[in-house]
């Protein structure tokens, strides 16, 4: 088994370290020579793909993060309005899908009763279904009109890493593929995107060469009962994975809010001492969401609140409020999920291991629930 580990400790730190892989092997082969989005092994014809007027994404879990990130960009780039279904509630909410709707389920496993049966829902309703997969030959592709598989190898720890970014590049592909072929406002930029998202895997390298600090954060942390992260547009699905996985990792209270939430409500649980991360969008960030969410940390840390706050190199903004500061490498904003959730991995990795927990194999969770 140490063999099969790569040489670390457990099967998530490699997954973590593999990401770069994952990341950069969906992308590969996605593109022609010009740079034009191809995806022949979609098997939809174009014309069907064309009269699509809403997409639903169906998933659980981090899959259905990952789902709620692809919302942001894929609505961006196509203006067909996406939404995100957990798959154990679609199958009972009588949902709204026709013969001009686009089902996409994400899956690491492919095997997920819960998005399987809703897959089977959305073709009875006459949905196109495309599957979102890592696992060939699985189930959730085979009951799918199509499949677009993710190529981040086999992913074997319980807490998914590489799959989700692995899932968030193919359904940036497939929104971008869809601007291209209805030839938006947006589709001549699409090339730009695929340009951009392939710079992507060497800046994941370069991030996961500074997490020394983020393994000592996590050390002083492990008797931490409760910890919030905080996000703002694509920055909140973000959230919302980080506080997954201290939950699944490190059976710790953790919750992700929307920042723009924050005085609605959970600014009551800041305390003095609470640790909350904040995912911070890049300063270039449209409709000044970078200085709203500055202003988050201020409102936070004035309440005696603990910050850890992941920025952008070169963002200065955050440091007069920040206990601790995370740097990822500048990227554009859609594509920052890629870079932000790296150190959140690795924190609950991290405090998992400080408590002496099974990182690989957390109690009371399955790789894959074949259960509905
Ligand atoms: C289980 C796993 C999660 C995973 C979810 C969806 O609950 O513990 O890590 O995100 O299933 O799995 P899937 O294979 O459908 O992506």
Known sequence: ????????????????????????????????????????????????????DRIT?????????????????????TRIPVEVSLAHEFRYSDPIVNERSLVVSISQS?????????????????????????????????????????????????????????????????????????????????????????????KIEELLGTMGRVQEIARFMADTRSVLFLGRNVGFPIAMEGALKLKE???????????????????????????????????????????KVVSNIQEIRARGARTIVIAQEGDEDVVPFADEVIRVPRTSPLLQPLLTVVPLQMFALHLSTAKGLDVDQPRNLAKSVTVE
């Open 57 to 77: 994404v169906v998933a659980c879990g981090t899959a259905a993060y990952a789902g709620m990130v692809a919302k942001y960009a894929i609505e961006h780039w």
């Open 110 to 202: 492919g095997e997920t009763m819960d998005t399987l049966m809703a897959v089977k829902h959305a073709r009875e309703l006459g949905a196109l279904t495309i599957s979102v997969c890592n696992t060939h030959g699985s189930t959730i592709p085979r009951e799918s009109d199509a499949v677009l598989y993710t190529h981040a190898g086999p992913e074997i720890a319980v807490a998914s890493t590489k799959a989700f970014l692995a899932q968030i590049t193919a359904c940036y592909v497939l929104g971008l593929y869809l601007s291209q072929l209805r030839g938006g406002t947006f589709a001549d930029d699409a090339q730009a995107v695929m340009k951009e998202l392939h710079e992507v895997p060497a």
């Open 249 to 291: 990792l490190a059976y710790i209270h953790a919750e992700g809010f929307a920042a723009g939430e924050l005085k609605h409500g959970p600014i009551a649980l800041i305390e003095p001492g609470q640790p909350v991360f904040v995912v911070v969008p890049g300063p270039d960030t449209p409709h000044e969401l970078h200085k």
């Open 1 to 52: 088994a140490a063999a099969e580990k790569g040489g670390y400790d457990t099967f998530m730190e490699k997954e973590i370290f593999d990401q770069p892989h994952a990341v950069g092997d969906t992308l590969l082969g996605r593109t022609d020579e010009a740079g034009h989005l191809v995806l022949d092994e979609l098997r939809i014809s174009e014309e069907q793909l064309k009269n699509v």
